[in-house]
């Protein structure tokens, strides 16, 4: 075998590629726990160790720089031992990268298990011009996290607010379904959980034809982890079935130093996000550029969602 | 025979209601039409109707009672019975369309007072125990006046309340431009003044006394009011439209279009405009025509159908507007999407409530001892 070598090599290649990677992630939870112990002495290290996971997996970037991506890691880990009222954060999308893959659209219905109508992140598109001057333009829009959210006072229960991290939430079990907070949201952000199932609702009904449909129906009505809290699709008449559902930056990821899916999916690196009181961070870069806008920022809301264009 | 007729029609509605009741309680809330974008429909609508039509009635009421208007005399209880029995059919519409229709108490033990909607709870919880404590006063032969007109204020003034909140309901929301406008919390208190008299008009074309020598003039009255009333929301119409479409507000205008040239066209131009206004502008003016109950009392619900229209015509076309541009296609699934027409099921909730309210309505003329003091005729006789 001629190519045997050759396969050999590129095998080892990978093989110490992924050993490098698990023990990036094996030093990054024990970083993690140290981080929780001694906070200033732990992130030093934890910043040096996870570099030198990166640059041995491969995402370090031709010029020595560390792939945004593990700069938001590093960013992220920094902010979350801070007080919550001492980080602010936001998410930057920079448009002219977005090439409208939509896998930010699937990670979050993946990441939050959504059902059939419930859309956290979709991503707009708006063609205009004539031919041959036409421009493409896709725009992701999750919930801008307004620092001043319509959504909030029209809550007759409370079910609905802003928490210690400025992100603005659903209580699953106090929201009543009266969709106030769906009519008064300028972005169209909120979407209504009808108790849909992908498998029961949108797949012909025809027994023992469909392959693992019986294994696709168990993981679908397996909790997802909203808000750091098993929720259930298995029970008909129970949250979130019949509430109000929104985009909630993945709290439950950014809670235990992951970036939110829509985030680590991003094929161009578009989506950026992280703690604006940090001056040091991307995000914090990013909205101090002149190019920087947020959508119907007129309104007054204050989204915490920043377009780059 | 005429009564016979509309409790067969009440029964019918009521029996085709109960194929929606159950599907709402049993199933949940899939076979409604209504979604996340349109995301209130035909309940809210209703609830929007009914309320207000308890509320105009409980304002009519106060001819009687508060203002003791001596032509009015002794219609006062007809009134108020209708705002009881209205009032339920409201509050159940709007019921339905609650997601966790079993956490309603949290509204009462755990409310957000600066919520339009948990204000709406309180005030119509109360303005119903107001409904019923006058009812209970004025059914007692011995009640002191003053006792009854200090309620009577209490009331009249909590049915501009939650006749004016329900307005006010959708015009603190900013993102709906087409909404939020100062003057629709004063608009509804009179919308609400002119489907209570319009309700008046026709219970009182179809089932006045027969021995009762003012029933004639209380007919004449009625019109003109109603006739009057419909000019004044006339007016109020086309200064909403006409300042929408002149500042040219993009999201207005295209609410603005959507009714009167889009998907709600029909209910816009038919029913609201043309059988709901024009058509009873022109029988209530004829001379002589108030000797006419029977035809009264039908353009008198015709007129209540253009009121019911006209809530339907707020609620949809100012939701049938994406927010963003591209809101409409960027992603699909069952409820996500910016036309509405009401479901079979939304429907026969909605007919089925008509129908209990009417029955109810008839049950009470019937069986009530303090309202059938006054014997009723009917106008085929």
Same mark, same amino acid.
């Not at chain 1, 050993?19 to 112990?37: C, H, P, R, V, Y």
């Not at chain 2, 998907?263 to 000797?291: A, C, D, E, R």
């Given at each position: 075998m001629t190519d045997s070598g050759e396969v050999r090599d590129v095998t080892?290649?990978?093989?110490?590629?992924?050993?490098?990677?698990?023990?990036?992630?094996?030093?990054?939870?024990?970083?993690?726990?140290?981080?929780?112990?001694?906070?200033?002495q732990a992130l030093a290290s934890y910043e040096a160790q996870i570099a030198l996971a990166a640059k041995q997996a491969g995402l370090s970037t031709t010029t020595g720089q560390l792939d945004i991506l593990e700069r938001m890691h590093q960013e992220l880990a920094r902010a979350i031992v801070k007080p919550a009222s001492d980080r602010r954060w936001v998410m930057v999308i920079d448009l002219r990268k977005c090439v409208g893959c939509h896998a930010c659209t699937i990670a979050c219905v993946a990441e939050n298990k959504l059902p059939p109508g419930v859309v956290y992140r979709p991503v707009l598109e708006e063609e205009t011009g004539d031919f041959p001057n036409v421009k493409r333009q896709f725009i992701p829009r999750p919930c801008m996290q307004c620092d001043n959210p319509p959504c909030v006072p029209v809550c007759p229960v409370e079910a609905t607010y802003k928490n210690e991290d400025g992100v603005v939430v659903v209580d699953y079990e106090q929201c009543i379904g009266c969709r106030a907070c769906l009519a008064a949201c300028p972005y169209g952000a909120r979407t209504s959980d009808f108790g849909y199932t992908y498998i029961e609702d @949108?797949?012909?009904?025809?027994?023992?034809?469909?392959?693992?449909?019986?294994?696709?129906?168990?993981?679908?009505?397996?909790?997802n982890y909203e808000y750091g809290k098993a929720w259930s699709r298995e029970d008909e008449g129970k949250s979130p079935r019949g509430n109000a559902r929104k985009c909630h930056f993945c709290l439950h990821r950014i809670k235990v130093g992951e970036l939110p899916a829509c985030v680590t @999916?991003?094929?161009g690196r578009a989506t950026m996000f992280g703690d604006a009181k940090d001056s040091d961070s991307l995000v914090s870069e990013m909205i101090a550029q002149p190019n920087v806008m947020r959508l119907k920022e007129e309104m007054g809301t204050e989204p915490r969602v920043y377009y780059l264009v | 025979m005429l009564k016979k007729i509309l409790y067969g029609l009440g029964a019918v509605a009521l029996l085709l209601g109960l194929y929606g009741f159950y599907n709402r309680l049993f199933i949940g809330e899939r076979d409604v039409n209504y979604g996340s974008y349109v995301n209130w429909g035909l309940w809210v609508a209703m609830y929007l109707f009914f309320a207000g039509l308890s509320s105009g009635s409980y304002m009519v009421a106060t001819l009687d009672y508060l203002f003791e208007v001596p032509l009015f005399k002794g219609t006062g209880k007809y009134a108020l019975w209708a705002a009881m029995v209205t009032l339920p059919a409201g509050l159940v519409s709007i019921g339905m369309d609650l997601g966790h229709m079993e956490r309603i108490w949290k509204v009462y033990l755990q409310p957000n007072?600066?919520?339009?909607?948990?204000?709406?709870?309180?005030?119509?919880?109360?303005?119903?125990?107001?409904i019923l404590l006058s009812l209970w006063l004025v059914s007692q032969a011995n009640t002191p006046k003053p006792i009854i007109k200090g309620l009577m204020?209490?009331?009249?003034?909590?049915?501009?309340?939650?006749?004016?909140?329900?307005?006010?309901?959708?015009?603190?929301n900013a993102s709906r431009a087409v909404w939020h406008v100062g003057l629709l919390p004063a608009q509804f208190p009179i919308f609400s003044l002119a489907t209570g008299v319009a309700l008046m008009l026709t219970i009182l074309s179809f089932f006045g006394s027969a021995e009762d020598t003012r029933r004639l003039r209380q007919v004449r009255v009625l019109s003109i009011a109603t006739v009057v009333l419909l000019l004044v929301k006339t007016y109020f119409l086309w200064a909403d439209l006409s300042m929408s479409l002149?500042?040219?507000?993009?999201?207005?205008?295209?609410?603005?279009? $959507?009714?009167?040239?889009?998907?709600?066209?029909?209910?816009?131009?038919?029913?609201?405009?043309?059988?709901?206004?024009?058509?009873?502008?022109?029988?209530?003016?004829?001379?002589?025509?108030?000797?006419?109950p029977l035809w009264v009392g039908i353009t008198g619900v015709l007129v209540l159908v253009g009121f019911g229209a006209a809530r339907a015509n707020i609620v949809f076309p100012a939701l049938a507007i994406? $927010?963003?541009?591209?809101?409409?296609?960027?992603?699909?699934?069952?409820?996500?999407?910016?036309e509405y027409f009401p479901s079979f099921m939304e429907w026969s909730v909605t007919i089925g409530l008509v129908g209990a309210a009417t029955l109810a309505f008839l049950l009470g003329l019937d069986f009530l001892p303090f309202l059938g003091t006054q014997k009723h005729t009917e106008v085929t006789k």
């Open positions: 080892r290649r990978n093989f110490l590629r992924g050993l490098a990677g698990a023990a990036g992630a094996a030093m990054a939870i024990a970083a993690l726990e140290d981080l929780a112990a001694n906070p200033d @949108t797949i012909p009904k025809s027994e023992g034809l469909i392959v693992g449909r019986e294994a696709a129906d168990d993981y679908e009505r397996a909790a @999916t991003c094929i | 007072p600066s919520s339009l909607l948990a204000q709406m709870v309180w005030g119509y919880t109360i303005f119903s125990m107001v204020v209490v009331g009249f003034v909590m049915a501009i309340f939650v006749s004016g909140g329900v307005g006010a309901l959708l015009g603190v002149y500042s040219g507000v993009p999201q207005n205008v295209d609410a603005i279009n $959507e009714m009167l040239y889009g998907q709600y066209w029909w209910s816009f131009w038919i029913l609201q405009i043309g059988l709901g206004t024009i058509l009873p502008m022109i029988v209530l003016v004829l001379p002589n025509m108030y000797k006419q994406p $927010e963003l541009e591209g809101l409409a296609t960027a992603f699909t699934g069952p409820h996500l999407g910016f």
